[in-house]
């Protein structure tokens, strides 16, 4: 365990503290796009997303830090845990424990800027606070920080107004066309021909998750033109006018790991992107990535993983892989820092067979490197070195 000082007492709490030089500020904003209606909706309401924005401010004393998942009500956390196979009987121990971020911490410097990260959580099961592990630390050495976060498709998205939107259960459509197209693949890849067919077959028969990329890469694409245009209308000190417009670069995990990617190729504004652990979705395969990307993923899904060779091999820039070995989907979400708290069944069940504290930490630290290299021009340690060991492998593809 690790501990974090507020005002009154020492704390317990199971995120590990960060490992940079900046305390952690917190902001919501709540933003509605009048060009474009709710198409998952009945109401003819115009889209409306909520972002989370995590910034970076001079070290102080006495900080009172936020409680970890507190923008979620028990009942909604609930709902993911019993969906995902955790016992509920933990989630007041979670609720329990402190971040190490502060809602609306005032900017008092404005200059220095800090380089802008736009990222994603992943589909149906993806709360932003749930990847507070990853965010916190790359926060805490220099970035900003903002998760977009997407209505009826993710669990508990708030509304300017107080009101919330709650995911819609057709969103499972989407992993009922994933089961379909499993059954009826057509190849056993026997070789890269074949490869090539699944590929594009992949491709064309998950239209739900292609439609789900599309729409929340507008999403992302809004709250990326409001940026700007607080920005240069912004005098006063704010998180807006700290943001480094000129190095942005781009994440996310699951579904919005795919949005990672397309965001990169609609977007010229980034400058390097990750995906964590998705097939690449929407139109990369026929528009290779022109800036410098890496792809992290778990052994889970490796049809996926093997169609991922196929849409990036003609990526114009540095390429890099890095494969968690034994690991599943859920090891990128802040799921790592529990284990103390879950059944062993049910840790191996989401993460893997894995040492869950070593693979979050090569996970935060391949994300800090990445973007350092390609956001803030500091000297890599870890990307120019291949790596074969019981934990990873990392390569460097192009």
């Keep these: 365990c690790f501990y974090g000082r507020s005002q009154s007492n020492e704390v317990k709490t199971l995120l590990p503290e960060p490992t940079g030089i900046y305390n952690i500020g917190t902001k919501l904003v709540f933003l ?18 909520y972002v989370k924005i995590w910034y970076p ?3 102080q004393d006495d900080i009172i830090y936020d409680k970890y998942l507190k923008n ?8 993911i845990f019993n969906e995902i196979g955790l016992e509920t009987i933990i989630i007041k ?31 149906y099961f993806g709360m932003t606070d749930f990847y507070t592990c990853i965010i916190e630390n790359l926060v805490s050495n220099g970035y900003i920080v903002c998760s977009v976060n997407h209505p009826f498709e993710q669990p508990y998205v708030k509304q300017s107004d107080g009101g919330v939107l709650i995911r819609k259960k057709k969103g499972r459509l989407a992993y009922l066309q994933l089961f379909i197209a499993n059954l009826f693949q057509p190849s056993r890849r026997k070789n890269q021909e074949q490869i090539d067919k699944e590929t594009n077959y ?21 709250f990326l033109d409001y940026v700007h245009k607080v920005a240069e209308e912004n005098t006063k000190k704010s998180v807006y006018s700290i943001m480094d417009l000129e190095n942005i670069g781009v994440f996310g995990h699951s579904i919005g790991g795919a949005v990672a990617g397309q965001l ?9 992107g990750i995906n964590l652990d998705c ?17 992290m993923q778990s052994e889970q899904f490796y049809d996926w993983n093997l169609g991922n060779t196929v849409i990036y091999r003609d990526s114009k820039s540095d390429l890099y892989r890095l494969t968690l070995k034994n690991a599943k989907h ?8 529990l284990t103390s708290l879950i059944k062993e069944e049910e840790i191996i069940k989401l993460i893997g067979n894995v040492n869950a504290e070593t693979l979050q930490i090569i996970i935060k630290s391949y994300i800090l490197d990445f973007f350092n290299k390609y956001l803030m021009n500091i000297e890599s340690k870890l990307l120019d070195k291949n790596i074969d060991n019981e934990h990873i492998n990392f390569e460097k593809v192009k």
């Design 264 to 272: 990169c190729v609609e977007n010229k504004i980034f400058k390097a």
């Design 330 to 337: 859920f090891v990128f979400t802040d799921i790592t820092i």
């Design 279 to 295: 097939f690449q979705f929407g139109d990369v395969i026929n528009n290779p990535i022109e800036i410098p990307f890496m792809v």
């Design 202 to 222: 992949y491709l064309r028969r998950l239209s739900r998750f292609t439609d789900i990329t599309r729409r929340w890469t507008k999403d992302s694409q809004f």
């Design 32 to 49: 509605i796009d009048s060009s474009r209606n709710e198409t998952l909706s009945r109401k003819k309401d115009f889209r409306e997303i």
């Design 57 to 59: 401010v001079k070290k």
């Design 93 to 123: 121990k979670v609720k329990s424990m402190h971040t190490f971020s502060s809602s609306e911490l005032p900017v008092t410097d404005i200059s220095k800027k800090y380089p802008l990260v736009v990222f994603n959580p992943g589909f």
């Design 72 to 79: 979620y009500p028990e009942e909604v956390i609930a709902d």
